[in-house]
């Protein structure tokens, strides 16, 4: 994936449009190889795996604490 391409990413999460951070891990010349895109708004985070966004499936936003069952209530 071009660096230049990671100025023009939104996270896929419904909620109010933002650009995604990119963090490189290995870059080629102006490409990035591997790394992570987040997004500042709802702290998504999708790999970046030889060159290719992992946007497939939207992850899991970290649930509130009040909406997890307590320890031992199964």
Request: net charge negative; hydrophobic share 50%; aromatic share 6%.
């Amino acid at each position: 994936m071009h660096i230049e391409l990671a100025q023009v990413l939104r996270c896929p999460v419904a909620h109010e449009e933002t650009y995604l951070v990119l963090a490189t891990g290995a870059m080629k010349d102006r490409c990035i190889v591997y790394g992570t895109l987040g997004c500042p708004a709802c702290q998504s985070e999708y790999p970046v795996v030889d060159g290719v966004a992992m946007f497939g499936a939207v992850p899991a936003v970290a649930a509130p604490a009040a909406a997890l069952p307590a320890a031992g209530s199964r």
